[in-house]
Each structure stands twice: as structure tokens, then as C-alpha cells.
């Protein structure tokens, strides 16, 4: 079988742990790859040098078999978009790590566990979570984790747009916004939480509606995961559809963006996360 691991850029700290993650997973007989980045920091450091693997784009980690994740939230996000339905662990080594469920002293013996299950079964132990997907008449974007956001080209006095939002055929709110962030219950606690959007349990299965400095005051909203949202963006210059704040597609209004749930889910694998001790550090 084999490993991929994406390391945090410009952290020793995850750059010595993605070091001592590829020696044990050899002593399993897996396979490791690391992402470009991670195989470049690892081979410029003396120390870490005789433990350098294979190195693969991002892209390509879809054809492992377990991915892992070493840092932050972002790290995750930027893991997650090559993993495409390969399971993905999550070693946190950020300030609140919603998508990170592992702590780093217990990184490597949580790994090399679930890569003997892998082994023995064929399988990984995962839980899956849904993915948005963003998409207008020729065009659609890599699918988001967290959110989905809908704006004018620039936000504040004197941009954002008209935005009409529809719930599967049925308008629920139209006027000037900034924009319109669509969610799901994993990317609560993210960009959605800063626009006053609600916080959601993980295993709702729902998606969020948030309006962004919205003149018409329209409540967050939370549909079902299967709704089919429709943002029409007009009255403005130029917008900008923007995936898990990485991938973006400039649109020229009059636009109509569908943001619905995307075909594959995120499958993490590992231990669950805590939810509720994971708010904690939001405080």
C-alpha cells in the first residue's frame, strides 16, 4: 500500500514529524510519498535528509491509499482537494484544528495503526463528509470542504452586488450583499462563523446559507444537504466564485452560480474528532 503525506510548509515541526512518520511507515512495508513542498524542505535539511521519499504533485495523492495531513486547517484543505475519495487523517499542529483530529504525540502510532488496518482488511476506518460544488453554464469549481463563497469583485462601501438566492426553485432572499457564503457542517466553525453564520454539528446533514453584510438583514439559513442553491449575481462590474478561500473563477454578471452537493464526499479517517472540546479553543 501507499502513504502520502502533505506537510505544512515552513513548519520544522511538521517537516521533522512527516521525517519520522516515513521511517516507521517503512518499517510496514508501505510505500510513502510526500507532496513537493514536504520532499524539497526535507531533503534542504541535513537532519531529515537520509528519510526523504518519492515526491508526487498534490493532484496525484488521489492514488493512494491513506493520506495524511500534518498542520493546520488549511493544510487539511489544500490535502483534501488531491485526496479526492482517499481517506485522509488529519495531525494538528494549529491553534483550534476542526479538521485535524490527531494530536502530534500521537501522530505516528495513530498512523501506522491505521495503516496495519489497511492492510489486514483492505480498508480504511472512515467517516465521510460532504463536499460542495460550484458550477455556472461552462464551467465548475474543485469541490469545497468548508464553503463556497458567491461575492462581488471587492467587498465594503461602493462594491458588492445584487443577489438573488434560490432554495430549489423557490426564492429565499434578494438585495444588495457583499455576497452569499454557502456551507456545510464542517466549515461552520470557519469563514461561515466570521460572517455571524450559526455554528452546526458536524453530523447535521445540512447545508448554510450566510448572507455577507447583506442590506436586507436575511437570517443564516440551514437547508438540506441535498438542496440545490442558486446565487444570481448582477448589478455589478465583475464577481468571483471562490472554493475553500484557494480556488477561484472570476464571472461576469449577470451570472447564475448552482452550489449543490458534489458527487464525491471527503472520507476522514482516524478518530473522531470532539466537537465540543474543539469549541472550546475558539474562546
Known amino acids: 500500500m ?12 511538521a517537516m521533522s514529524l512527516a521525517s519520522t ?3 516507521r511507515l517503512r518499517a510496514t512495508s508501505a510505500a510513502v510519498v510526500v507532496d513537493e513542498t514536504t520532499a524539497g524542505a526535507l531533503g534542504d535539511h541535513d537532519a531529515w535528509e537520509a528519510a526523504v521519499p518519492d515526491s508526487a504533485p498534490v493532484d496525484e495523492m488521489s492514488t493512494c491509499d491513506l493520506v495524511v495531513s500534518i498542520g493546520g486547517d488549511g493544510t487539511f484543505l489544500y ?10 487523517l488529519g495531525v494538528n499542529l494549529g491553534e483550534v484544528g ?3 483530529a490527531i ?5 505516528v502510532e495513530t498512523v501506522v495503526a491505521e495503516v496495519e488496518h489497511i492492510q489486514k482488511t483492505g480498508s480504511a476506518r472512515t467517516r465521510a463528509k460532504p463536499r460542495l460544488q460550484a458550477s455556472g453554464d461552462d464551467w465548475e469549481l474543485s469541490p469545497a470542504l468548508n464553503e463556497v463563497v458567491v461575492q462581488g469583485e471587492r467587498r465594503g462601501h461602493g ?8 432554495v430549489d426553485d423557490s426564492l429565499y432572499t434578494s438585495g444588495h450583499a457583499d455576497g452569499v ?12 462563523l466570521s460572517e455571524r453564520g450559526p455554528l452546526v454539528h458536524p453530523d447535521v446533514a445540512g447545508l448554510i446559507i450566510t448572507g455577507m453584510a447583506d442590506e ?16 444570481e449575481l448582477t448589478d455589478a462590474d465583475s464577481g468571483v466564485v471562490v472554493s475553500d478561500g484557494r480556488v477561484r473563477k472570476d464571472v461576469v454578471p449577470p451570472e447564475r452560480i448552482t452550489v449543490s452537493r458534489a458527487g464525491e464526499p471527503v472520507r476522514l479517517a482516524g478518530p473522531p474528532l470532539d466537537f465540543f472540546t474543539a469549541l472550546d479553543k475558539l474562546a
Do not use: K, W
Open 2 to 13: 501507499t502513504v502520502g503525506i502533505v506537510a505544512q510548509r515552513d513548519n520544522d515541526r
Open 21 to 23: 512518520l516515513c521511517d
Open 79 to 88: 490535502a483534501a482537494r488531491g485526496a479526492g475519495s482517499t481517506p485522509i
Open 98 to 100: 476542526f479538521l485535524n
Open 103 to 107: 494530536a502530534p504525540e500521537e501522530a
Open 159 to 166: 462594491g458588492g452586488a445584487t443577489v438573488d438566492v434560490y
Open 181 to 192: 457564503l454557502v456551507a456545510t457542517p464542517t466549515g461552520s466553525t470557519a469563514y461561515n
Open 216 to 231: 436586507m438583514g436575511t437570517p443564516p439559513l440551514v437547508v438540506d444537504v441535498d438542496s440545490e442553491i442558486v446565487v
